[in-house]
């Protein structure tokens, strides 16, 4: 069973920057995908950035230029290094984890158009960890 635990969330003014880290563990190999999505009261989760196995990284035009994600496989360890942030930006962020090949298609499909996740469209998920961007 594979459990995921963010961390790194917090409270920065605007055009600071967080680096999330979402850590994996329970991990037996094989292909994946995993992803970043933030979520505020009464949304959906925006998926905003995803990464496979072979390293395909996929971004939500909202954050392309200021986010990036990144992965330490040694680690298994999932990154993502928030800068120039804004108050829009603030949400509870969480990872996400899927070993399907439909299921890691559905994901990159979310990212790059801009769209929203349910809880139940992915096998793993995080706790999430709040990040407030203040003006």
């Known amino acids: 069973q594979v459990q995921l635990m963010e961390s790194g969330g917090g409270s920065v003014q605007t055009g600071g920057s967080l680096r999330l880290s979402c850590a994996a563990s329970?991990?037996?190999?094989?292909?994946?995908?995993m992803g970043w999505f933030r979520q505020t009261p009464g949304k959906e989760r925006e998926a905003l950035a995803s990464?496979?196995?072979?390293?395909?990284?996929y971004y939500r035009d909202s954050v392309k230029g200021r986010f990036t994600i990144s992965q330490d496989s040694a680690k298994n360890t999932l990154y993502l290094q928030m800068n120039s942030l804004k108050p829009e930006d603030t949400a509870v962020y969480y990872c996400?984890?899927?070993?399907?090949?439909?299921?890691?298609?559905?994901?990159?499909?979310?990212?790059?158009?801009?769209?929203?996740?349910?809880?139940?469209?992915?096998?793993?998920w995080g706790q999430g960890t709040q990040v407030t961007v203040s003006s």
């Open positions: 996400a984890a899927e070993s399907a090949f439909p299921e890691c298609i559905k994901m990159q499909t979310q990212v790059i158009l801009g769209a929203s996740a349910s809880a139940t469209d992915f096998s793993y």
């Open positions: 329970g991990y037996t190999g094989g292909k994946y995908c």
């Open positions: 990464i496979d196995t072979y390293g395909k990284i």
